[in-house]
């Protein structure tokens, strides 16, 4: 059973380009949680999502951010226009149901490490 | 101020050393706590989670919370090389899910063999 697989690992863009980042969950898991690790930040929540849905998007910047998590396919964090501070590393987590009290664990992903140039 | 303190280090041990690794945290809402461990360019992995107040041992590992002075603490025994990564601690209140989990920063250590 394979892990949440994301793509690309490394991703270097222009500032103006657009980036995409794509995550596979767990078999089986139909939640799908993405985050940003900043060095000095930590990781900080951005969007929840279930298929076809978007549950929770309090975290996502509102300008250039959207994250889509299809019937069919990956999720995808996508970002317009990007601008030097989007350079960050991008984690996506997935979970088989929500379960308050998180005694469900969430599985992460390696990351996708942004560079924004 | 943040809603959970955790020193970066980095902190450096020898091999065999017991290490301890903290967090504050400042919403006495968070009744849910765990410890991430996330090697380098690597993503995190749950090593324990706890609920409320008390102590959870596994292995070498023990996770201790006290909800009274909103302080928990990681205890690694016997520490090994392979032990060296970045420790983040979470938390979040109850009704919560991943969306409302709250990361500290992360303690990198490193274990000199």
């Known amino acids: 059973n394979a892990g949440v697989m994301q793509n690309p690992r490394h991703l270097v863009r222009r500032r103006g380009q657009e980036a995409r980042l794509r995550c596979s969950p767990m078999?089986?898991?139909?939640?799908v949680y993405w985050y940003r690790q900043l060095p000095e930040e930590g990781l900080k929540f951005m969007v929840y999502?279930?298929?076809?849905?978007?549950?929770?998007e309090s975290g996502m910047p509102k300008e250039r951010f959207s994250a889509e998590f299809p019937k069919e396919g990956p999720s995808i964090l996508r970002i317009q226009q990007v601008v030097r501070g989007d350079s960050a590393a991008y984690f996506c987590?997935?979970?088989?149901?929500?379960?308050?009290?998180?005694?469900?664990?969430?599985?992460f992903g390696q990351g996708t490490r942004l560079t924004v140039v | 101020q943040k809603e959970v303190e955790q020193d970066p280090g980095p902190l450096s041990v020898p091999e065999g050393a017991i290490v301890s690794l903290n967090c504050t945290y400042s919403?006495?809402?968070?009744?849910?706590f765990m410890w991430y461990r996330q090697y380098s360019r690597k993503g995190p992995e749950l090593l324990m989670y706890?609920?409320?107040?008390g102590n959870k041992e596994d292995g070498r590992f023990t996770a201790q919370v006290d909800k009274s002075s909103k302080y928990i603490s990681l205890f690694i025994r016997d520490s090994q090389p392979s032990d060296s990564a970045t420790y983040l601690c979470?938390?979040?209140?109850?009704?919560?899910?991943?969306?409302?989990?709250?990361f500290g920063i992360g303690t990198k250590l490193q274990v000199i063999p």
């Open positions: 919403n006495s809402a968070f009744q849910y």
């Open positions: 706890t609920y409320s107040s």
């Open positions: 987590a997935s979970s088989p149901y929500f379960q308050e009290g998180l005694s469900t664990e969430a599985f």
């Open positions: 999502l279930q298929k076809e849905n978007i549950i929770d």
């Open positions: 078999k089986g898991h139909s939640h």
């Open positions: 979470a938390m979040t209140a109850r009704g919560g899910g991943y969306q409302k989990v709250t």
